[in-house]
């Protein structure tokens, strides 16, 4: 997998890369995958307004950093602080990994 390669999964909540007009969806709309292809050929995703269920490529969605930024909070705060502190620790040993590469 390459770097810039997100694994995304079900119930992940996602946002669409760019306008599906005929769908009345523009870029950014949110929705939730609700199934998963196999090697990641195309995912499911559920959108609420107006309501769709469509076949979508990698492509066509990234997950919404937003929501996984609050899920992470909500988990960090049933941690105990060490484990917590670990979990930042790790969070940043990925970081200076990524900039390293980057760079």
């Given at each position: 997998?390459?770097?810039?390669?997100?694994?995304?999964?079900?119930?992940?909540?996602?946002?669409?890369?760019?306008?599906?007009?005929?769908y009345?969806?523009?870029?950014?709309?949110?929705?939730?995958?609700?199934?998963?292809?196999?090697?990641?050929?195309?995912?499911?995703?559920e959108?609420?307004?107006?309501?769709?269920?469509l076949?979508?490529?990698?492509?066509?969605i990234?997950?919404?950093?937003?929501?996984?930024?609050?899920?992470?909070?909500?988990?960090?705060?049933?941690?105990?602080?060490?484990?917590?502190v670990?979990?930042?620790?790790?969070?940043?040993?990925?970081?200076?990994?990524?900039l390293?590469?980057?760079?």
């Open positions: 997998m390459e770097t810039d390669e997100v694994m995304i999964k079900e119930l992940d909540i996602v946002r669409l890369t760019h306008e599906l007009e005929e009345e969806l523009p870029e950014g709309s949110h929705g939730t995958v609700v199934h998963c292809y196999e090697g990641g050929k195309g995912f499911e995703v959108f609420i307004e107006p309501p769709h269920v076949t979508l490529d990698v492509a066509d990234k997950l919404d950093k937003s929501i996984m930024q609050s899920q992470v909070t909500e988990i960090m705060d049933y941690l105990p602080e060490e484990i917590a670990e979990v930042r620790d790790f969070a940043e040993s990925l970081k200076q990994k990524y390293t590469k980057a760079g």
